[in-house]
């Protein structure tokens, strides 16, 4: 009888290369705890976390324009990520934003990092490490602490 591991199915995702068994171990992270790869669930907790108080600090300074909202979150990741390594939202979900070799991101990588984030699709393609676009592009990652 032929059943669905013999003809394989699209159902089952893509197959991984290197034989990655959990996102980061490519790269030396653990599967679980402190250094491993944050999922998406924290991450997108952490997005929602910095843009609601971006979002009331243009209330209360601008009126709530978007604008204003986007150039307060464009500022607070970069400022945040490039000095601690972490957004406000990060580090309520203890995350940290590391360059591959464990150290914090600093300012030239947070400046682009952030850009990219602010347009968004950059962050929303990533690869088997859960590494969006944007950490890609600067050889960062986003880890639990």
Known sequence: MV????IGSWLNGPPSPGGSAWP??????????????AR?????GAVAIDWA???L????????????????FLGEQILFVGFFGYSIGHR?????VQTLTGRPAGYPTATIRAVLVCLVVPALIFD????GLHDRARGTVLVRI
């Open 3 to 6: 059943n669905r591991d013999d």
């Open 24 to 37: 980061g171990q490519r790269h030396g992270r653990p599967q679980n705890g402190p250094g491993s790869i």
């Open 40 to 44: 998406l669930g924290p991450r997108i």
């Open 53 to 55: 108080l971006c979002s």
């Open 57 to 72: 600090v243009s209330a209360a300074f601008f009126n709530w324009d978007s604008v204003a909202t986007l150039l307060i």
């Open 92 to 96: 309520l979900l203890r995350m940290q």
């Open 128 to 131: 088997i490490d859960q590494r």
